[in-house]
Nanobody
């Protein structure tokens, strides 16, 4: 049974930092490609970052590049998102998701976590 459980969300001041975690189980995590996807209030899904840790590649959306860092702890099958210099625009529910595959620049996810809410406000 595949399970993805996010944690670490909460209220943070603009300019602050937060670290999200996603505990994975039910598949070979170390050989998987994982993503963080977010949904701001009233908005659609927005891809944030992905990691293919078995080839040490990371990918970021332009809106978060230089501020966010995606990483994994393969021994613990855990995905992380370190978020620095947070802005109000980063307020969203953040989901971790397992990438099933890509065709060109279009990728798909087959499993999702329940999401964790990040609120950036003064």
């Amino acid at each position: 049974e595949v399970q993805l459980v996010e944690s670490g969300g909460g209220l943070v001041q603009p300019g602050g930092s937060l670290r999200l975690s996603c505990a994975a189980s039910g598949f070979t995590f170390s050989r998987s490609v994982m993503s963080w996807v977010r949904q701001a209030p009233g908005k659609g899904l927005e891809w944030v970052a992905s990691i293919s840790n078995y080839i040490s590649n990371t990918y970021y959306a332009g809106s978060v590049k230089g501020r966010f860092t995606i990483s994994t702890d393969n021994a613990e099958s855990t995905l992380y998102l370190q978020m620095n210099a947070l802005k109000s625009e980063d307020t969203a529910v953040y989901y971790c998701a397992k990438v099933s595959g890509c065709s060109g620049y279009v990728c798909y996810w087959d499993y999702w976590g329940q999401g964790t809410l990040v609120t950036v406000s003064s």
